[in-house]
């Protein structure tokens, strides 16, 4: 072989090997689901919720499941151009008039993105207390933080099977415990999402198995206060969509 050849044919060995290397990355952004619903990216590293909640949870949790309910709502919507041209908070809200044939569908997979687009942003904090007027509206209609916490805890704890946990607000900034089966949420009845938890197995299961109330107590210690204000504020402008 001669000196040119043998440069060819190392090249094209590298070549080969670098898109052997390339293409399952490749083929899973080919494979990603198309359309009008995205899965956003968490706001944080995997990392950042530990030790409360492990990594391989958040990333299994984000990169699995949540993306599984945008996949499917996008292929739910895709011969629905009116549907796939609603924004999802009113998709929610509007389930009622939603075709009939897709109107579950859209029920488990849109309130499964609107929940777990709501989970990621109130997540990645310190936990601690809500501060100003977040904290008097807790004081005020959930009766102070330690007693939030015991009956968001215990609601959460009575889900049967899969489902969450909320606090709601309405406009005026009044706050009130929710919790739903499934993927449903507090949307679906007009109201706005101040935060939730997910008490869905695959929320802790990996780390806290059978122990939900474990997992409840310990999932405060990584709320982000500071954004659910930010929530909070964004709902008394009227500009909280999800
Ligand atoms: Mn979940």
Redesign the pocket.
Known sequence: MSAMNRRTALLAGASLVATVFASPRRALAQAAPTGPFSLPPLPYAPAANEPHIDAQTMEI?HGR??AAYVGNLNTLVKDHSQVAAMPLEQILAKLGEMPEAIRTGLRNNGG?HA??TM?WQVMGGKGGAPAGDLAAAVTRDLGGLDKLKADFNGAGARVFGSGWVFVTTDRAGKLALASKPNQDTPLMEGQHVLFGN?V?E??YYLKYQNRRPAYLEAWWNVVDWAKVAERYAAAKAGSLKI
């Open positions: 949790h499941h949540h499964g929940n777990h989970f997910d869905w695959h929320a």
